[in-house]
């Protein structure tokens, strides 16, 4: 009895929200190419909180290295960004990446991503408003008072928002047209007035600055000084943090029915966008560090301060209100974007029914604005700024770590047809192109001799026995990666120096996950055609999903402890509530979410969170 229940249990968690067809009226015309595809994926990455965040990490965290952080943070987000393609390939349907999870993997899978989401675009609204409150306050000689500073503004904006977008849509193609210009205004002045010595910085140059500086609490620490003062552990750190300003590049792979040629018009969007955006980090970066000394740099006002130092007050004054501009720009974009993912959230029962109130008069989600807009004023208040880059960089990693174990477990699995129109439903409904089933034209892997059936499976297509080798294999996997990643975050030093203990535990674990690995590997992939596959399975996932836990290891303690009380609070929401009220639990009863389930159409009810 216990038993059944707990197996009806189990099938809750893994439903996947079933796929309708939909009118021809909603389907999307092709007309995106890969130029438009850029332009929105630069649009969306492209961040102004890297006008705070390059200085925090180069005063404290990485030096001039800061360029490295950037360059590492966007090759694992670049390979992130495939697997979403991927992902987004599955569904062949433009949506969020909740609405791809909820098809592909199932609700408690759905609702962890999107609650992350939710927490990632809470955290940058909070802040960006704490950045633009620091530098408001800079600018008009620090003279508002602390309380004020934090969260006056994040509940202003939320209600412009209930007044309808279109009133704020003026505001936001100035202030990004200012942006833009502002952030070409501080690369050249890097290049122009930098000083390639402030990359060479030696213990003299901190005592001379320390023997001129009024107030020398204000200088950040040396470290052993030159390009990399804080070493390979302040890269990885930084890099850590700099990962959440790439997030935003998964709005590509959510286009693929609106691509003209998604199968290379969306990855080669997503490495041009990310390689564009990078740029532009690496330029940010480089010219802050050349024109000021890292331990000298403003950790709230950076930007500002490096171009008052070469140029004057004038040219201070104008870059403060740029990038004022570029940050309220940014800050009404997460606003809009946010309410999104809580709306779309209720509609499907796994948060408040309540926060799907449509406002009579503007016409808009009135409810989940005013959510969204409290939940950032009460980050900002409680928060340091600090810490809210540290959260969102954490959250940004778990939905990294989320899509490429997706990717992993779904190209093994059998019979994932994704109807692409009416039609083609029609075609099934009135007489199928019956092909013989894995399942039927070769034994169940495994039904002789299991052992045997990990190396050498008997069928060369899926079979429900070889998904589940691969979904069991996989979850090991990340359990071993974890592991692993925490003995080099905690215990490095023991370990590359031949401490007998930690040393062979690191090989132990290394051989586990080379073997593990291996066994994935042998098992029959799905030979589907989609528009794009992400190359080298199961090598490139795996990978991925080490490099973003090991990261997530360089966190602290205490942002780890704020992180699990923000999942504890989800949890507590979604089996308090959301498992009993969401839509597949109130239809007819549905199948388990198999992996040899059909899927059909059906239109998500928001577009990308």
């Not at 950790?299 to 740029?322: D, K, M, R």
């Not at 309220?328 to 926060?355: N, Q, W």
């Not at 080298?536 to 990978?543: E, I, S």
Request: aromatic content about 10%.
């Amino acid at each position: 009895m216990l038993g059944q229940y707990v197996h009806l249990f189990g099938e809750k968690l893994v439903r996947r929200r079933p796929l309708k067809p939909r009118e021809e009226s909603e389907s999307h015309v092709a007309h995106l190419n890969t130029f438009d595809l850029v332009v929105l994926g630069v649009g969306r990455i492209l961040r102004p909180g890297v006008y705070i965040l390059a200085g925090k990490v180069a005063k404290f965290i990485a030096g001039p290295a800061t360029i490295i952080c950037f360059l590492v943070a966007s090759l694992s987000t670049m390979l992130s960004g495939l697997y979403y393609a991927e992902l987004g390939a599955q569904v062949a349907r433009s949506g969020s990446v909740y609405f791809y999870s909820y098809v592909t993997m199932g609700q408690l899978h759905a609702f962890i991503t999107g609650w992350n989401s939710i927490l990632s675009l809470v955290i940058g609204t909070a802040r960006v408003a704490k950045a633009w409150s620091y530098i408001f306050d800079r600018l008009i000689g620090s003279h508002i008072s602390q309380v004020l500073q934090e969260c006056f503004l994040p509940i202003p904006l939320h209600h412009i928002l209930v007044l309808g977008v279109h009133e704020s849509a003026l505001v936001t193609k100035v202030s990004t047209g200012l942006s833009l210009l502002v952030l070409s205004l501080i690369i050249l002045s890097g290049f122009m007035k930098g000083d390639l010595h402030n990359w060479q910085l030696t213990e003299q140059d901190y005592t001379l600055a320390t023997a001129g500086s009024n107030d020398t609490s204000r200088l950040g620490p040396l470290g052993s000084g030159g390009f990399a003062p804080f070493g390979f552990e302040g890269i990885l750190r930084g890099a850590a943090l700099c990962f959440y300003i790439f997030f935003g590049v998964h709005i590509i792979a959510t286009k693929g029915e609106e691509a003209l040629t998604p199968h290379r018009s969306i990855p080669l969007g997503i490495v041009i966008s990310l390689f564009v955006c990078f740029l532009a980090y690496f330029g940010v970066s480089a010219a802050v560090t050349l024109m000021v000394p890292y331990y000298q740099i403003h950790p709230y006002n950076p930007l500002p301060q490096a171009i008052l130092h070469s140029w004057g007050a004038l040219a201070g004054y104008v870059v403060a209100v740029g990038t004022l501009c570029a940050l309220t720009s940014r800050l009404h974009s997460a606003v809009c974007r946010m309410p999104k993912l809580i709306y779309e959230m209720a509609e499907d029962g796994l948060l408040f029914r309540g926060l799907t109130r449509i406002h009579a008069c503007a016409h808009n989600r009135v409810k989940s604005i005013m959510a969204a807009g409290i939940l950032a004023g009460v980050m900002a208040l409680l928060f340091n700024f600090t810490d809210l880059v540290d959260l969102m960089s954490i959250g940004t990693l778990l939905s990294y770590t989320l899509v490429a174990f997706s990717v992993l477990v779904l190209r093994y699995q059998p019979h994932q047809n994704f109807s692409k129109n009416k039609r083609t439903e029609d075609k099934t409904e009135m007489g199928p192109v019956v092909e013989e089933s894995p399942l039927e034209s070769a034994p169940e892997a495994g039904t002789s001799n299991p052992l045997k059936s990990l190396c050498n499976p008997i069928s060369t297509t899926p079979t429900r026995k070889s998904g589940q080798i691969v979904c069991g294999c996989a979850f090991l996997l990340v359990l071993l990666l974890t592991i692993l990643s925490l003995l080099l975050a905690l215990w490095p030093s023991q370990v590359f120096s031949g401490d007998p203990g930690f040393t062979a535990g690191a090989v132990l674990l290394l051989l586990l996950i080379a073997g593990i690995t291996a066994i994935i590997w042998r098992q029959p992939q799905n030979p589907s055609p989609l528009p794009f596959r992400v190359p080298a399975l199961p090598v490139l996932p795996v990978l991925s999903i080490f490099v973003n836990v090991y990261l997530m290891m360089q966190l602290s303690s205490v942002i780890w402890a704020e992180f699990g009380i923000w999942n504890a609070v989800g949890f507590a929401i979604y089996f308090g509530y959301g498992i009993r009220h969401s839509l597949e639990e109130k239809s007819d009863p549905q199948p388990p979410a198999s992996t040899s389930q059909t899927l059909h159409e059906h239109t998500p009810s928001a577009e990308s969170s």
